[in-house]
């Protein structure tokens, strides 16, 4: 295969887009609690002891983790959390806000609203819920979302509780933030689209779907407020769910490389019927081999067993030479294997398509095949560790290369920062839910549905023509402007006197300009674009020294406006600095004050401002300059 | 019976009825604007309207859709036959457990039918240790479903009938017993057991859930190991209620049954021992039972004398500001032969009940003082309403909690006691019920 340009429609590419975004209506879905961001202080410890049926859906990573006893520790804070995220209090009736924003966009999309809406619970044991289950509703199915003259499917809208946020691991106990959880998600799926020519016409159907929820005004925005999984599929393969894809660009390139991992295994599922390997006998007795491995030379295999570790392996048949190969960059099975084996906390995996390597040598590889009973045209692969725990991930990675013989498998994968995915765990079966019996069901009546349909949101052009008019802006400006995750801080920035241009321009041009140049955008906090707007807008900081002070600030070179300017040479002038420019200029003058008296106020501020713009604030020099001025007029009469 | 429309009510009752449709069967609801849709159909809530049908589709959500809109109902599929619950593989042999669990009511553990959405409880010994990890390597279980009743439904027969068969299994030698109680009431149950088990030679742990064992977070499943644990391991006898310690999964604290009282009414560590620590607790990683008290040892069973009568005629009445003392007088006019009082702070109630507590006093009726304050004891010497009352006879009950107080006044009318018996018993230390020292740290 080339790693040329692909032809999507020959290979019968679909991507269903399912996207998520948190709801900005005022506290969380079943508490009134407040949504906004908060560390600590306080924790407490959990475990989840699921139901060995919930476990049943062939996860075995996950059977393993929860067989291990994994621990949680839960963070909260005394706004963002209260008894009922600590799973200590039965939920609150839901949010009717929250209810009603789901509501208007089914309405925008023409879906059909069920009549009762039932609270369930969907089973998650990650301990991202501290209950173990979230809790999502089905409130609208059926709809059509239009994208450029092309007529989207919707499948179904639901609202359900955002997850607790994850603050990472060490060794059994997982962090969580309690913040995050509660918050009020809308999902909205639609159904799968044909790529005709280009991913970029998934990048489209999600970007039209975000502008339709954006026109809502009832969705947060920001960084973490949006997530996208992609079902992404080609002819003959299973359906691969892509979980939680933030960021629209990477859309395109993750739904490429998707299709060429997918075309690849279609290649080495072909390859594998003409090597005759079927699909229940492609891998052999998983053998302890540390009596062989026990002779290897230097390096990490000998190590590992010199610490005590058990080496473990199987024959792959027909894989040799499949393993390792890389069509296309990242697209390499021996790599998803690795993926399964960090699952199981391995270091990783070892196969045959990379030996001689790690210090096994011809011969030991050859006594190895031995051993295993690997023929000419079959793989070894190995993994080094704990013998239960690399038996069990072993049995995962077999399973794994039985299914590929038949075709791409169904499975669920990340997405990478570059665009890539990696393999997380096989697709799960059919949502394991069962209703919310603390809350009773919602009839939506048709008075409220009448009313909402009354206050729909204007659409999404006619939002677009009005901001531009109410603040002067190009409609190119003004449409950016709504799609932007900071249309909030543009508000603040007009609110504060900073002109609306000059605020629009910096919070979508200057901050894609500055993204093009390859500067971390995301690492700038609302907060630092709000000192930036105060200092703009109180004349300590020249609009035009933004881009600079941004650049400062994204390159991680300043930790505030403050800071990037002071670097930049455009600190604020002292006091007394600010007061000899104003003598200066005054004494300078004395003429045109004799002839002009208070009038020379306006002629003196421009030649003082000229030289002090961007390093004091404007106010402060009018006051100055009036003062003085009356001092100089005190003392000419 | 079980009812094939479980739940549904009228015009949807008839509208299912006039289709022949079940729970459980596929259907396809024609709708009248058109269209139609399919799912399983499934069982209302009792509580919910009567003009929808619950469905749930193929992605596994349950929806209402309205009577009014379905013009047809057509079954695709009826319903298959429910298979009986596999059973799971037997670990231990029937009759030969270390500790004996009996269930009361409320579900302490349970699986769930994803399909269905049925919540099946479970109390074989062999689900249980299948529900539970790490609950077969504390002890050997033998279980007895006893009855099942919500705990608010629990009255002082149920009582009696618990208290002669804690005692029965403790004369037969099992090492701890266990009882799975609803929590509303599991500490008033907890007194009752203590009052009646006299010489008890072995634990008797009550233990509830706060969070339902129908989610994978519920406490019921770390609170049984608990209990068992205690029932098993500790080194000393008496009735306990063993619940959460704090919020967190690492401890399950072990309450004297005489000194417990649910203070919360969704936490998980609702469960508080008053005016001292929990007895004993429980550590979950490592289930070593540690004493934090001086505990009655274990001992042998023939010390135990089992007297489980209760008589009701004893009332629990909370005083409130200008409470009139007409409630007093109907009290003793329908028979009533002990009446605890939950006065204000240090034991008092209002001048206006003086003349009304006067008069049941005279007629034979035992009259005790406990604290609505909970924490803390009754001290009536202090203030002059307190000495008015004492003056009438009024019992002062120290630190025993206004609940404790009511079981034992109903136990010892149930033993026969006599006016004198009751002022002389009541006020008496006969569980730990009553404390002569309140530590400065609680």
Redesign the interface.
Known sequence: MSSGQLDYASLGLKVGIELHRQLDVGGKLFCGCSARREEGPGSFRRFLVPSESELGDVDPAALFEAARGLEFEYVYGDESSCLVEADEEPPHDVNRRALEAALTVALMLGSRVVDEVHVMRKIVIDGSNTAGFQRTMLVAVGGTLNVGGREVGVQTITLEEDAARNLGSEGRVKRYGLDRLGIPLIEVSLAPIEVRSSPQEVVEVAAALGRLLKSTGLVARGIGTVRQDLNISIRGSGIVEVKGVQELPLIAKIVEFEARRLSWLLQVAAELSRRGVKPESATGEILDVTDVLSRAGEGIVRRALGKGARALAFAARGYRGLLGSEPHEGVRVGRDLASIANAFGLGGVIHSDELPGYGIDEGLLRELRARVGAGEGDAVVIALGDAEVVRRALEAMAARLRDIVSGPPAETRAPTPDGRTRYMRPRPGSARMYPETDLLPIPIDDSTLERLRRNLPPPWDEQVSSLASRYGLSRKLADELLDSERYGLFLEAVEMGVRPSVAASLVVETLVSLRREGLDVDSLSDEHLRQLFRAIASGRLAKEAAPDVLREMASGRARSVDEAAGALGLSALSDRELLAIVDEVIGRNSRLIAERGERALGPLMGEVMSRVRGRADGAKVNELVRRRLEEALRRQS | MEDELSGYRGPARELLLRAGARVGDEVELALSDG?S?SGTLMPR?E???DS?V?LK??????????VS?ISEIRISRRRAPQPSPEPAPARAQPGRGEVLVLGTGGTIA?????RT?A?TPVFRPEDLY????GLYEIARLDTELLFNVLSENMTPDHWSALAERVGRAAAKGYRGIVVTHGTDTMHYTAAALSFALEGLPVPVILVGA???S?????DA??NLKGAVAAAARGDFSGVYVAMHR?????EIAIHRGVRVRKNH????DAFQSINSGPAAVVDLRTMEVKKLEELPPRSDPGSLRVKPRFDRRAFLLKYFPGMDGSIVDALVDAGYRALILEGTGLGHVGRQLQGSIARAIEEGVFVGMTSQCIWGSVRMTVYETGRDLLRLGVVPLGDMLSEVALVKAMWLLGQGAGPEDMRSLMPSNLRGEISERRRIVA
């Not at chain 2, 704090?246 to 690492?250: E, F, Q, T, V, Y």
């Open positions: 269209g849709i809530y509580h919910a309207d929808h619950t589709l193929g992605n596994g959500y349950n929806i209402g859709i309205s809109r349970s699986r769930i039918d994803y959405g919540v299948s529900r539970v990890p706060q969070r339902s129908d989610r994978p977070s519920s499943y770390t704090s919020l967190s999964d690492l009414t969704s936490r998980r």
